[in-house]
C-alpha cells in the first residue's frame, strides 16, 4: 500500500539559527513543500532586515529543496500599519506570544487589552495578515490554555476579519471553541494527538516528550484526535518540531519541545490508517492550511509513503527524535 | 529563636540497601528517633530472615545513633496468622504497594478482591499490625489517587478494626476521606507540601521533583497543608525520602522520588513558623503518630533548630537532596 500526498506543509515550525538551522532545515525541507517559521530567535525577529536575513539564511540551510518558508515577525503592538505594508510581501503572519510563556518567549504580551492591540490587530485585519497565538495563561500548568479560550474568544469577537490561528492545541476547549468564532482555526501537533500526561510523567520521566503545553489528559487527546481525524476545515497540521540538543533535554531543567519534523508524516500515516480516515491526511497536511492561509503559495512536491519499516535514527545530529531507534510502519520512498 | 522537638519521627522511608543504604541511614537516623522502613528492595522484604538481615544492615549503616528503625513487610495475600505471629516482635506494619505501581513494586497486588486478602488483613486486624498502602489505580497519572479513595473505603469498612495508613497522600479527595472513616489515616510528605504539577513541569522540566504520587494540583496542596498544619490527628510525617543516584534523576527515563531527608525538619520548621503554626509540629512530626500507631516504642531524642541559615550541599554521596545549594532559614544546632 502506498499514499501519495501533494505538497505537505507543516504550519507551526521552530527551525532556530546557525548551526541547529543547519541540522534541522533539511529535515523538514525534504518532505514538506513549505512552513510556518517560529519568530523565537534570540533576539526574536521583529523587523524587515532580521525577517530577511532570517529567511537567506534558511534558504542557504535548505539548499536546492523545493520548500518555502512562510516567514513570521514576533508580535509587538507597537507594529504600524506602514510598517506591516512594507514588509507583507515577505511575511506570511505574526506570532504572539504572552510574555515569559515558553523558549524565548520574555518579549511577548503581558495583558490582553483589546484597545492596547488594536491598531497593529487592526492593520493586520486589513492587510490580511494571520495572527498566529500560543495561548496559554500563567496559570496552573494543566489550566494554562483552557484559561486562555476566553482570550481568544475576546480577540475573535474584537476583529471579526482577523484570521487567528491557536496554536498546538491541547484541551478538548480549544477544540470547542473552533465552531464559536468563524475566524478561529488551529494547528495540531503530531505529538498532542499521540501522547497524553502519562506519556511524560505517568511512568519514568520522560523529558523528550515534556514540551509546552505540556501534553493533557486521555479526553483533551481525544478531542483533538477526532477533528484531526475528520479533518475539520478549521485545523491543520503544525508540527510544533522544536529542536534542542540532547544535553538541554536530558538535563536537569529540561527544555520544552519534541522534535518530530523528520517523523511526522510517516507517523501520521500509520495513525490516519489505524483509523480508517487516510483519506482525510491531505487536507488535514495542507489543503485546509491552503483555505485557511489565504495569502501563501504552495510549491508543487509529491511526497510518497509506503508500508515500508522505518527505523528512526537515535539522532540527528545532536538531536533526538521522537520515537529514536523505534520502527516505523511507514516510510517515505 | 528556637525550637525544640522531641522525638521526631518519620514514618515512610526509604533507605534502599548495600552503598546507598550507607550513604542515606545516618542521613535520617542522625535527626530522627524511628522510621518507618519501606520493604520495597529487590527482591522485596518478604522472610523474617530478610527483614531481620535488613534491619541488621540499617543497624551498621547508622552506627551508634538513637534510632529505630520500624521494621515492615511487603505485602503478600498469602501471609498466614502463624507466620505474622512469629514475626510480630520485629514487625511494625506491612506494606501494600499494587502491582506496578512504582519504584521496586512489580509483586504488589493486582486486584482488591476484599475475599481474597482477608486471610492475611484480618490477621494484621486481630494482631494489631498496621497496614500502610500506597493508593493509586494505574489510570491516568493526574486521577490515580483519587480513583484509589473507593478503594481505601472498601478496605477500611471491610476490616473496621484494621488500621490502615494511606501514604504519601497527595490529593484533596484523600484528605476528605480522613474523616469518613475511623480506622483512616494518613502520611504526608515534606514535598507535597511544598510543591505542584507546576513546580515538576510548569517551567522547565525539573526531574528532581518527579515522584510518585505525582504533586498535584495547587487545591491538593491546599488541603494538604491545611491539615498537616493543624496536625489533624489523623496524620502525620512521612518523607518518602526516595534516593536515588543523579545519573537515575537526570537521564531520559528519569527514576521517581525526592531526597528530603537532611532537610526536612528544616524546611517543616519553616512551612509551620510562616503559617504561624509552630506549636502544632511537635504532634505532626511525632505525637500523632504515636497515637497512630499503638504498637511502637520510641527513643528520646531532642534535636533543636534554630533561625541560622544552612546552605542545602549540592549532592549527599551521589544522590541530590530538595534544595541542592539554596539556603534554608533554619539549621539543626
Known amino acids: 500500500m502506498s499514499i501519495t500526498l501533494n505538497s505537505p506543509l507543516d504550519m507551526h515550525l521552530h527551525l532556530r539559527d546557525e548551526a541547529m538551522l543547519k541540522t534541522v532545515a533539511p529535515l523538514s525541507s525534504e518532505t514538506f513543500s513549505g512552513a510556518i517559521i517560529m519568530p523565537n530567535l534570540v533576539p526574536p525577529v521583529t523587523t524587515k532586515e532580521q525577517l530577511i536575513g532570517y529567511k537567506e539564511r534558511i534558504g542557504s540551510a535548505i539548499g536546492d529543496d523545493v520548500f518555502t518558508p512562510y516567514m513570521t515577525l514576533f508580535f509587538k503592538p507597537t507594529y ?46 486589513e492587510l490580511e495578515i494571520p495572527l498566529c497565538i500560543h495561548g496559554e495563561t500563567n496559570g496552573f500548568v494543566m489550566d494554562r490554555e483552557a484559561e486562555f479560550v476566553s482570550i481568544y474568544e475576546k480577540l475573535a469577537a474584537a476583529f471579526p476579519k482577523l484570521t487567528i490561528i491557536m496554536e498546538h492545541i491541547t484541551t478538548k476547549a480549544s477544540v470547542e471553541a473552533l465552531d464559536r468564532f468563524e475566524n478561529l482555526h488551529a494547528t495540531i501537533t503530531l505529538h498532542h494527538l499521540l501522547i497524553t500526561l502519562d506519556d511524560v510523567a505517568g511512568g519514568m520521566l520522560q523529558p523528550h516528550l515534556f514540551c509546552k503545553p505540556i501534553a493533557k489528559r486521555p479526553e483533551d487527546r481525544e478531542a483533538l484526535r477526532k477533528v484531526a481525524l475528520e479533518a475539520h476545515p478549521k485545523v491543520m497540521f503544525g508540527s510544533d518540531s522544536a529542536p534542542h540538543p ?69 539522532k540527528y545530529g545532536n538531536v533526538v527524535p521522537m520515537y529514536a531507534g523505534e520502527t516505523l510502519a511507514y516510510s517515505i520512498v
Chains 1, 2 share one sequence.
Not at 531543567?253 to 483509523?275: D, K, M, N, R
Not at 485546509?288 to 522505518?310: C, D, G, H, M, V
Open 80 to 125: 504600524t500599519k506602514e510598517f506591516l505594508e512594507s514588509i507583507k510581501d515577505e511575511l506570511t503572519a505574526i506570532k504572539l506570544y504572552p510574555a515569559g510563556i515558553t523558549t524565548n518567549s520574555e518579549g511577548g504580551v503581558s495583558g490582553f487589552d483589546v484597545e492596547e492591540l488594536r491598531p497593529t490587530l487592526e492593520a493586520m485585519s
Open 246 to 314: 540532547q544535553h538541554a533535554k536530558e538535563a536537569c531543567g529540561c527544555a520544552a519541545g519534541v522534535f518530530t519534523s523528520p517523523i511526522a508524516l510517516q507517523v501520521l500515516a500509520e495513525l490516519f490508517e489505524e483509523h480508517s480516515t487516510i483519506e482525510n491526511l491531505q487536507a488535514f497536511v495542507s489543503d485546509n492550511a491552503k483555505n485557511i492561509y489565504k495569502n501563501i503559495t504552495i510549491p508543487e512536491k509529491t511526497i510518497t509513503l509506503e508500508k515500508k519499516s522505518f527505523v528512526v535514527p537515535e
